[in-house]
């Protein structure tokens, strides 16, 4: 029994191993594991930001500047970067662009809160003034948004690749990606998963070729498929060509040779039948999920038929979208009002780890409901650096004809939404004035990160913008060398921004709310 001073035995709920961390001890805990992260992220950030190189526990590496590329493949194992993760990750998923700058916010928000909890301000009064500011600024957000036109959308695309390792050839890329929009636009609902990327064997850096179509890689059935066909009438098959294979073995009872010949001419009739069909319907290609039979398949290609089996139910939707072809499950039910039409398909042989296969390019569809970037390049690091910085492009381009409403870049509006929280706070008289005031120079830490990158004085840079802001116009920002200018192309779309806000805040009042870490592994 252990000595308690004549009291009760001491009672324990946890291992000996389990350690607990309370009152001030973890709050510093987690507002130095948020401070951790942010400088991770701060020297990436911007037109101006460096790259971090990635190795990898497999032996990989990569090199990127894109946060969500960093964010997805840092192994951490504190409960605030795990928290960190999870904000880049509901940032990338939401608006693609703006991770970076998401995590830096919710890490000045963070430190910021660690300052007033050391002057002994309780967490929740800061949650109240977290809270109270950032409906102040998304209401600023509202106020000082505009409608995107036509040509808005092209430096939407290009500011969402400006940093990247695209910067230099972006006016091509921007263009590439708006052309995409507006064709999706035009055809189907306007969203990022209708533009796919794709892997090019071209050798040539920054390669980017926009496919009207479909790529996938197969291999052939045999050597003599055309390997290239115009204006191609095409029929889905969801299942197999020729014969379902049974389920379960049977056996059949042929009783003399007549019945035998019966059968196996009935055998040559079926598939007979099955490839006159196919033919008679002037088709150019059958493509199938299942099977097909040696038979139907040499019979096809003999009447220089395209054919392909093998495919899985995913890469025959996305082939119904670019043709229009309706999805048949039999042979029998095919007609010529379920066809599609493909205005090329074009084989390109590719080794891949010492295996020959085939890129199968469905291009030149008009109706198309996808449309593909087949990107090339010098190596692989560089190819899929250039498909990342793609995909922020058309999410973010996607994202602001959705919402149709945009902001001007540069730290724009986080300097003049930090102005309107502290004039906001000036009416305050309860102590959430002070949460307020540091969630208004939370907000200046996005330009003071683009004017430290680009080399120049942070603190400098923040002064003059937000004094310009207040007595010349409410259009400048922090150009790319740093200088305060007039933001006329950086622009993002409303909804990314607004998203970042909102999420940051959520996640730094969760951790902030947060009184005991209890760790079982005593770390």
């Known amino acids: 029994m252990t000595d308690n001073g004549g009291g009760p035995p001491q009672v324990r709920i946890l291992r000996p191993e389990t350690s607990v961390t309370s009152e001030s001890a973890i709050q510093e805990k987690l507002i130095g594991a948020a401070s951790i992260f942010a ?49 880049g990750k509901s940032q990338e998923s939401a608006a693609g662009d703006g991770v970076t700058g998401c995590i830096l916010f919710a890490g000045a928000l963070m430190y910021e809160a660690g300052l007033l909890i050391n002057k002994g301000l309780h967490p929740l009064v800061i949650v109240e003034g977290y809270r109270e500011a950032s409906d102040i600024t998304i209401s600023k957000l509202d106020e000082i948004a505009y409608e995107y036109n036509g040509d808005d959308l092209l430096n939407v695309a290009k500011t969402a690749l400006t940093g990247k390792v695209t910067t230099n050839n972006s006016e ?21 998963e209708n533009i796919l990327m794709a892997k090019s064997s071209n050798n040539t850096p920054m390669s980017v070729e926009l496919i009207n179509g479909l790529i996938i890689e197969k291999r052939l059935h045999l050597d003599k498929t055309p390997s290239e066909l115009k204006n191609c009438k095409i029929a889905l098959i969801n299942g197999e060509l020729g014969f379902r294979t049974p389920s379960r073995d049977s056996e059949i009872e042929i009783n003399s040779p007549e019945e035998l010949t019966q059968f196996i001419e009935s055998e040559d009739k079926q598939i007979e039948q099955i490839s006159n069909k196919l033919v008679e319907l002037k088709i150019n290609a059958v493509l199938t999920t299942g099977e097909i039979n040696k038979e139907i398949l040499h019979h096809l290609l003999s009447n220089n038929i395209f054919v392909l089996g093998g495919l899985s139910s995913q890469e025959l939707v996305n082939i119904s979208k670019i043709s229009q072809a309706v999805m048949c499950p039999r042979i029998e039910d095919l007609s010529s009002e379920e066809l599609g039409l493909i205005g090329r398909i074009k084989t390109e042989t590719i080794n891949k780890d010492g295996e020959t296969s085939k890129r199968i390019i469905f291009d030149e569809c008009k109706n198309t409901e996808l449309i593909t970037f087949d990107v090339g390049g010098s190596d692989d690091l560089a190819v899929e650096e250039t498909i990342r910085s793609i995909h922020d492009s058309v999410k973010s381009t996607c994202l602001a004809v959705q919402s149709k409403y945009l902001l001007k870049g540069g730290g724009n509006p986080h300097s003049l939404a930090s102005i309107a929280i502290k004039l906001a706070a000036d009416a305050k008289k309860g102590r959430e004035r002070l949460g307020m005031e540091a969630f208004a120079r939370a907000l200046e830490t996005i330009p003071a990160t683009l004017a430290a990158n680009a080399g120049k004085s942070s603190l400098d840079s923040v002064i003059e913008l937000r004094s310009r802001l207040k007595n010349e116009s409410e259009d400048l920002g922090v150009g790319i060398d740093g200088n305060i200018i007039t933001i006329d192309s950086a622009i993002e779309p409303k909804e990314s921004l607004s998203h970042s806000i909102i999420s940051a805040t959520e996640t730094v009042v969760g951790l902030l709310r947060v009184d005991q870490l209890i760790s079982a592994r005593g770390d």
Do not use: W
């Open 172 to 192: 091509k890329i921007s263009e590439l990606v708006v052309k995409a929009v507006n064709q999706i636009k035009s055809s189907s609902i306007c969203e990022s």
């Open 39 to 87: 400088d991770l992220l701060r020297p990436t950030y911007g037109p101006m930001g460096l790259d971090k190189m990635l190795y990898k526990s497999n032996g990989q590496a990569a090199i990127t500047n894109d946060g969500a590329k960093i964010v997805s493949e840092l192994m951490v194992k504190h409960p605030t970067a795990k928290a960190f993760v999870s904000l």
